[in-house]
């Protein structure tokens, strides 16, 4: 198989795409979570940032992949069995067999380096004011831009599929990033972090 086919299956697998808005969107508030507790906090330090987050990514795409290919393993081939038993065949070492290692895999990645691959975008700020390229205020304030631009993206292609106003799921998505904001500040004053 080439990497064409391989992309193809991911664009045809309905539950690819769900793992790939959930757990961008659980990458995304996760992220946005560490960095607002450690700017209330007061200990803005790239470093920290930098590392808590990347613990937090590095976990959820672990747990992702794993999580994802397990389960989506057994229930592809609970399915696969089903259908030998009505098709009264063996479908090992088949195309079908095939197609189904393949696609597990395939939807196990998205699973794990979809909310990876949102933190790094949302860090990157950070990684710039590590290296002393931009203050750690600015760092702040655009991986917030970031969070915000994700949040709303992935909104609209909720909207998208859905075939609803796009518009208005971005703004809802959006509401689940300022719930988070609002949380870990009443948290802060409370001095519960």
């Not at 769900?18 to 508030?29: E, K, Q």
């Not at 195309?95 to 860090?123: C, F, H, Q, Y």
Request: charged share 20%; glycine share 6%; hydrophobic share 55%.
């Amino acid at each position: 198989m080439d990497i064409i086919r391989y992309l193809k299956i991911v664009r045809d697998e309905e539950i690819a795409r769900r793992y790939f808005v959930m757990n961008s969107f659980d990458g995304a508030l996760t992220i946005l979570g560490i960095i607002i507790a450690v700017y209330i906090a007061g200990e803005q330090k790239a470093s920290l940032i930098i590392i808590s987050s990347l613990g937090a990514a590095v976990a959820m795409a672990i747990s992702g992949i794993w999580g994802a290919y397990a389960i989506e393993r057994a229930e592809r081939k609970k399915s696969m069995r089903e259908l030998e038993m009505h098709l009264l065949t063996d479908l090992d070492e088949t195309e079908i067999e095939r197609k189904l290692n393949v696609t597990t895999i395939l939807v196990a990645l998205v699973d794990g380096l979809s909310p990876l691959l949102v933190s790094l975008i949302i860090l990157s700020p950070y990684f710039f004011a590590q290296a002393n390229l931009m203050p750690i205020e600015d760092a702040f304030y655009l991986s917030l831009a970031l969070i915000t631009l994700i949040l709303f993206a992935l909104g609209m292609f909720v909207g998208h599929v859905a075939k609803e106003d796009w518009v208005r799921s971005g703004i809802n998505m959006l509401l689940a990033g300022c719930t988070v904001g609002a949380i870990v500040y009443v948290l802060e004053l409370l001095r519960l972090l």
